[in-house]
């Protein structure tokens, strides 16, 4: 072919999966820059409506030799997944309202478990739920955040890649709720003392038995359930950081809770049960009845077993005895092979060796939460408390950890690490801005910030439906709830557009950083808010019942 040929192709016919960068690159040829003549110049033109989604290659051939070419390679101001305000709400609504589904159910589950023996007896589980039930915003979320961030950024399309990725995330989670959960119930034993003034030993085994194991096998459940759902997502066309987070939320407070529930009663019931055994084999006459070889006289003050308790029924007393420490061991033991396999990653092994800071913190802050709710589940101005907490918790917990996770995809798609954007320089911008602006994050903002109240008015018509008779049914305690999740959410929104920025301004990433942080503080948030809603509500009533007795008791 004579003459110069300019030919145009959309990204997508060249390869190019994504937008990148804005930028032209110069005309070459085989003997220097080639000067095409301007009558045979075709400026180029994108084949489609929208300039901001296209990217334009104008390509010059003369005979069948490439003599020169231009490309305008043009980023979609919305990252990767343009989104509008509709395909937002539409792909958040429904893995909320299943999260809020299994949040409630979680609710009643805990309504539940806290008349049980186990329960009503250490009353250290109660403070150990929020930081146990708050490890999926620590872990699982994080987790999802990171796994959604590198399925938009392309990490995990290669198999092998992929592989690589999963595998060492998941160890890393495996190790961190390892340690968190013994940690968790530390705190829940320091907390528990300085509140009544004095530190109960024998509850030391079972509480850390129960927090490990709870901890361990949720944190399991939930990374799987978390690789399929991102890997999932990622196949359908959907955005991972819209949905990960919700259905992980939708499960896992029922999850843990339900291991909880089972393995502290377990651990429980075994303690009974050797406790019986030694006071059937140190009694105060002296003897111990075995079947029917009749009594073997013993020393009553050393109760030392009779040489015929050297048996199976001695070994399987001594199982239960050493059983909680043995299942502590167990999976402490396991932590060097999750590390060898978190080794594979490096990034993953710099999150292993610097990332304990913001999770331990959060467990902190959660543990706060769950005092809070261990002083008040039980008194009867509170009938309902334990219902309403994971919901509260659940839903600011969620919206958070969304926002959290898109401002961390479009940190990681438009800048590096160390450096922000030109239009998010402000470390503490002004809240209109990051609410009211046509920018992509505040859109999302303002999306998440509409759904508290229909999605709380939604939790509530079902509460009140199932379990109505255990909840206050006043519209005050309605209003107060409503306007409480409502300031929770708005303060849980503002501060990751804060943290957000400061961590990344710091070359951290905030999927790891900010989540953990932020699902803490909405724990504390939303109990110390609740607990405030039921006792003004409280308070209310009672005001209004003396109001009536004094009507009632006044001259005719």
Known sequence: MDGTETRQRRAEELGLRYALSIGKLPRVSEDGPLSVPESQRVSPKLLGTELSRETALSIGLQGKKLRAFSCELTRSPYG??????????????????????????????MNTIQHWPVFMEVKDLLTLVPPLVGLKGNLEMTLASRLSTAANTGQIDDPREQHRVISSNLALVQVQATVVGFLAAMAALLLGALSRGELDFEKVELLCASSVITAFLAAFALGMLMVCIVIGARKL??????????????LGDLITLSILAFFSS??????????????????????????????????????????????LGD???????????????????????????????PPIMKILKFGWFPIILAMMISSFGGLILNKTISKEQYKGMAIFTPIICGVGGNLVAIQTSRISTYLHMWSTPGVLPLWMKKFWPNPCSAFCTSEINSMSARVLLFLVIPGHLIFLYVIYLVEGHSVPNS???????????????TILLYL???????????????????????????????????????????????????GILELASGPP
Not at 87 to 107: D, E, H, K, N, R
Not at 475 to 489: D, E, N, P, S
């Open 475 to 489: 519209k005050t305690f309605v209003v107060f709830y409503l306007l409480a999740g409502l300031i929770q959410v």
């Open 496 to 546: 990751a557009e804060v943290m957000a920025r400061l961590t990344w301004h710091q070359a951290l990433d905030p999927d790891n950083h900010c989540i953990p942080y932020l699902t803490g503080l909405g724990d504390l948030l939303g109990t110390g808010l609740l607990a405030l809603c039921f006792l003004i509500s409280w308070l209310l009533s009672e005001a209004e019942l003396d």
């Open 237 to 250: 066309g959907v955005n991972p950081d819209n949905i990960a987070t919700p259905i992980a939320a939708s």
């Open 266 to 311: 377990f651990f429980y019931k075994h303690k009974a049960e050797q406790q019986n055994t030694s006071d059937l084999e140190c009694s105060d006459t002296g003897t111990v009845s075995v079947s029917a070889l009749g009594p073997a006289p013993y020393h009553p003050r050393s109760c030392l077993p009779p040489p015929i308790f050297n048996s």
């Open 315 to 345: 070994s399987q007393s001594s199982y239960s005895r050493y059983l909680t420490p043995l299942v502590c061991i167990g999976l402490m033991a396991l932590t060097p092979v999750w590390v060898l396999i978190a080794k594979k990653n």
């Open 80 to 109: 990767v997944f343009p989104e509008t305000a509709f395909t937002v709400t539409c792909q958040i609504m429904v893995p909320l309202l299943l999260s809020g589904l299994g949040m409630m159910t979680a609710g009643l589950v």
